[in-house]
């Protein structure tokens, strides 16, 4: 069995990093090499979108239209965050569920 090892995680500069610094601990994992690269896929994925626009569509007063585009993005970064949610911290778990971004489905 691989050694699960601590990663810190920016989303928004799609960055892991096994040193923690400045504010790149938003999330926090612990994750095997072969997890780290699943994450690592799942994240590149969404550097073909605009991540600004995928949080927006998380604060309620501002205005989102779906598209297909859109909905992939959604669904690539949707896996990237349950991806975290289950490798994540305590702080990681209950900082996703704040968010409100995997609905329901985390549990």
């Known amino acids: 069995m691989m050694e699960k090892k601590t990663y810190y995680i920016n989303l928004s500069s799609t960055e892991i990093s096994q040193i923690k610094y400045a504010n790149n601990d938003h999330f926090t994992i612990q994750a095997t090499e072969d997890e780290v690269s699943q994450l690592r896929a799942k994240m590149d994925n969404m550097n073909d979108a605009d991540f600004g626009a995928?949080?927006?569509a998380h604060v309620p007063i501002m205005a989102y239209h779906k598209d297909s585009e859109n909905d992939a993005y959604d669904q690539g970064i949707t896996e990237a965050f349950q991806m975290i949610y289950n490798l994540g911290d305590g702080d990681t778990k209950q900082h996703i569920?704040?968010?409100?971004?995997?609905?329901d489905h985390h549990m």
């Open 54 to 56: 995928y949080m927006r």
């Open 97 to 103: 569920e704040e968010m409100g971004v995997l609905g």
